[in-house]
């Protein structure tokens, strides 16, 4: 199984982010995919392909690590391109510094914990930018690209982390939650 572990967007914001998208997508054509907002979340762990026999390992992993921590809040930043530092290929969603910090914490205890179960993945190591996927479209120029950068003030409480099991196919991912833990407070 392929799978990651992610925070979902509330429904709240999930209609923030849908009503700012609108207001871009007649900016594009068909060569740009959007991502349905049942889709999107900010993956904390990408753990690529996965025996069945980890599924109990990955899912005491998360228990842990919820446990550790209270509710965070996820501040969003802004709309942008991404990813950074390239020819643009999506449009994100970015986070804002502060909530990248503490998302990054609850990813360095949820590795931690991962390897304490002897889970197996490749590690990405670079820092963690919280993002969310809103559409995919071939490597552009920046500047071939219309201005779509919209700052955002909202935030909210997620309810759960989720390990979710991706099905790759020719329309592209599917996605199912198989497991989710539950904030405590």
Known sequence: MRLFIAISLSKKALELVS???????PQ?????????DYKWHFTLVFLGQQEKEAVDLIKKAIKETVGEFETPKVKFGKITYGPPGKNPRM????????TNIVLAEIKKKLVKNLADEDVNWKHNKRPYMGHVTLARFEP???GDLPD??????FSFQP????LIKS??????AEYETIFKE????
């Open 167 to 172: 099905v790759l196919k020719s329309t592209g």
């Open 28 to 36: 594009f054509g068909n060569e740009v995919k959007f991502t349905p």
């Open 19 to 25: 009503g700012k998208l609108k207001e871009i997508i």
């Open 182 to 185: 539950d904030f405590k407070n």
């Open 140 to 142: 552009t120029l920046i």
């Open 91 to 98: 449009i994100w969603l970015r986070l804002t510094e502060r």
């Open 159 to 162: 309810s759960s982390i989720e």
């Open 148 to 153: 779509i950068e919209k700052e955002l003030d």
